[in-house]
C-alpha cells in the first residue's frame, strides 16, 4: 500500500530533550516535507526536500532541523525542544514532474506536546 | 506572499444538499490547487488536485474548479451524506514549490 508514515503518532517531552520523529514513504517520491498545524493558524511550512541531499526552508524552520540521506526517510529534528513547539506535526511526499508538483500525500501526524 | 482564504469558517447543511465550498487566493501565479479533506485528529487525505492548465476536476460526488486569473476555487459537493462531514483545506503551490494552506472549512452534514 502506497503511504507515508510517521513515528511515533504522540509525544509528550520536556524542554531541551533532544527527539526525532521520523517520515518515511514507499512510493519513490523525489519531494518531501514537513508542515506544522496549529489552531488559528493553519498548516505552515518547516522545511522541504527536493531530492536526497537537497533540503531548504519552509516558512517556520527555527527550532527545527532535517536531513534526507535517502529517497525514502525524511526525518524531522528538534535539538533543543521548546514548549511553543507543542503542535500537530504532518509530513507529506509527492513526485516531480518537470515543475509541475503532484498531488501531495500526507502522513497520519504527530502530536507533540512540550512541557 | 501567497495568501489562501476559506469562506465560510464552517458549514452546517442537512442531509442531501448540494454545497460550494469557497477558496481564494492573492497570487495567480500557481502550478496548482489541491483540495484536501482532514477529520478530527487525522491525517490530510487528498481529494482533488487541479493543475493550473485545467479549469476543473471531478471525482464522484465532488467536483472543483479553478479560475486562476480570479484567483478562485470552488469545491462542489453533490447530495451531501453525513460521512462528508470534515474539514476541508484548500491549498496552492506556486514557485518556492510549498504548499500555502486556508485554514479550511469545518463542514457538518445532519442526518
Known amino acids: 500500500e502506497a503511504q507515508v508514515t510517521q513515528n511515533p503518532r504522540y509525544l509528550i517531552t520536556v524542554t531541551g530533550k533532544k527527539l526525532t520523529v521520523t517520515c518515511s514513504q514507499n512510493?519513490?517520491?523525489?519531494?518531501m516535507s514537513w508542515y506544522r498545524q496549529d489552531p488559528g493558524l493553519g498548516l505552515r511550512q518547516i522545511y522541504y526536500?527536493?531530492?536526497?541531499?537537497?533540503?531548504d526552508k519552509g516558512d517556520v524552520p527555527e527550532g527545527y532541523k532535517v536531513s534526507r540521506k535517502e529517497k525514502r526517510n525524511f526525518p524531522l529534528i528538534l535539538e533543543s525542544p521548546s514548549p511553543n513547539q507543542t503542535s500537530l506535526y504532518f509530513c507529506?511526499?509527492?513526485?516531480?514532474?518537470?515543475?509541475?508538483?503532484?498531488?501531495?500525500?500526507f502522513g497520519p501526524g504527530t502530536r507533540l506536546t512540550v512541557l | 506572499k501567497q495568501e489562501v482564504t476559506q469562506i465560510p469558517a464552517a458549514l452546517s447543511v442537512p442531509e442531501g444538499e448540494n454545497l460550494v465550498l469557497n477558496c481564494s487566493f492573492t497570487?495567480?501565479?500557481?502550478?496548482?490547487l489541491q483540495w484536501f479533506r482532514q477529520d478530527p485528529g487525522k491525517g490530510l487525505t487528498s481529494l482533488l488536485l487541479?493543475?493550473?492548465?485545467?479549469r476543473e476536476q471531478t471525482s464522484g460526488r465532488l467536483n472543483a474548479s479553478l479560475d486562476k486569473s480570479s484567483g478562485r476555487s470552488t469545491l462542489y459537493i453533490a447530495a451531501s451524506q453525513p460521512g462528508d462531514s470534515a474539514t476541508y483545506l484548500c491549498?496552492?503551490?506556486?514557485?518556492?514549490?510549498?504548499?500555502?494552506f486556508g485554514k479550511g472549512t469545518k463542514l457538518t452534514v445532519n442526518p
Open positions: 526536500s527536493m531530492n536526497v541531499e537537497v533540503t
Open positions: 491549498a496552492v503551490q506556486g514557485g518556492s514549490e510549498k504548499l500555502v
Open positions: 512510493m519513490n517520491h523525489e519531494y
Open positions: 507529506a511526499s509527492s513526485s516531480n514532474t518537470g515543475s509541475f508538483y503532484n498531488e501531495q500525500f
Open positions: 497570487d495567480s501565479a500557481i502550478y496548482n
Open positions: 487541479i493543475q493550473s492548465s485545467q
